[in-house]
């Protein structure tokens, strides 16, 4: 298996619920156990942007995302956000790879001032601090001074910046396709195979003129 095992995946309150709930689909898929963190913003996001409506417990929620995604048992774990108890929270038991997606400003702010405010917030201060792999995917237009500054504050700790910015090479025709093109890009920096984008150059075929 290429790729993280355990993945923790977070959806905070910026627009792009779609993203999450995609790449949480593609992780189950290629078999990833998931650590699953959900911010109370996100839910109200992804009720506005889309028909899901997720129950309000971690356990009710777990089932609901489980049967959604046709995951094993267990596949998917979901944490309250003051669950301090969680493998997120410790060095010692978080996953080695953790997205925030979509990633609200407020969210990006809180990782590049250290807060720990709640399990969202603690879980990505652990990657900073044990060295693992984060991916932030931000979604806002436009970006202020102080935006860009906690990006970049981020970027230069080994934290990767992947803002929600659809390209359009592939010709994308539905929406999905927008989607998929920034899930894809997620999981190829997390080398987990995925056949929704090819690389660049993949297909390219040389002339002879």
Same mark, same amino acid.
């Given at each position: 298996?290429?790729?993280?095992?355990?993945?923790?995946?977070?959806?905070?309150?910026?627009?792009?619920?779609?993203?999450?709930?995609?790449?949480?689909?593609?992780?189950?898929?290629?078999?990833?156990?998931?650590?699953?963190?959900?911010?109370?913003? @996100?839910?109200?996001?992804? =009720?506005?942007?889309?028909? #899901? &409506?997720? *129950?309000?417990?971690?356990?009710?929620?777990? /089932?609901?995302?489980?049967?959604?995604?046709?995951?094993?048992?267990?596949?998917?774990?979901?944490?309250?956000?003051?669950?301090?108890?969680?493998?997120? @929270?410790?060095?010692?038991? =978080?996953?080695?790879?953790? #997205? &925030?997606? *979509?990633?609200?400003?407020?969210?990006?702010? /809180?990782?590049?001032?250290?807060?720990?405010?709640?399990?969202?917030?603690?879980?990505?201060?652990?990657?900073?601090?044990?060295?693992?792999?984060?991916?932030?995917?931000?979604?806002? =237009?436009?970006?202020?001074? #102080?935006?860009?500054?906690?990006?970049?504050?981020?970027?230069?700790?080994?934290?990767?910046?992947?803002?929600?910015?659809?390209?359009?090479?592939?010709?994308?025709?539905?929406?999905?396709?927008?989607?998929?093109?920034?899930?894809?890009?997620?999981?190829?920096?997390?080398?987990?195979?995925?056949?929704?984008?090819?690389?660049?150059?993949?297909?390219?075929?040389?002339?002879?003129?």
């Amino acid at each position: 298996m290429s790729g993280p095992e355990r993945i923790t995946l977070a959806m905070t309150g910026a627009s792009g619920a779609q993203y999450g709930l995609r790449l949480l689909d593609c992780l189950i898929q290629e078999d990833r156990e998931v650590h699953f963190l959900i911010s109370k913003a @996100a839910q109200l996001v992804m =009720a506005t942007e889309t028909d #899901v &409506v997720l *129950p309000a417990k971690p356990q009710a929620m777990q /089932a609901f995302l489980s049967e959604y995604t046709g995951a094993a048992s267990g596949q998917i774990r979901v944490f309250a956000k003051e669950d301090w108890m969680a493998p997120p @929270a410790s060095g010692s038991g =978080a996953p080695t790879a953790m #997205v &925030v997606v *979509p990633c609200s400003t407020g969210t990006l702010s /809180a990782i590049a001032t250290g807060a720990c405010n709640n399990l969202i917030e603690r879980a990505a201060d652990v990657a900073l601090k044990e060295r693992r792999q984060l991916i932030l995917v931000p979604r806002e =237009a436009p970006y202020s001074s #102080v935006h860009l500054e906690h990006m970049l504050k981020l970027s230069n700790l080994g934290v990767t910046i992947l803002p929600a910015s659809p390209g359009f090479y592939h010709q994308p025709q539905t929406i999905d396709d927008l989607v998929d093109f920034i899930v894809a890009r997620i999981l190829n920096l997390l080398n987990i195979p995925q056949d929704m984008l090819p690389r660049w150059g993949e297909h390219h075929i040389v002339s002879d003129d």
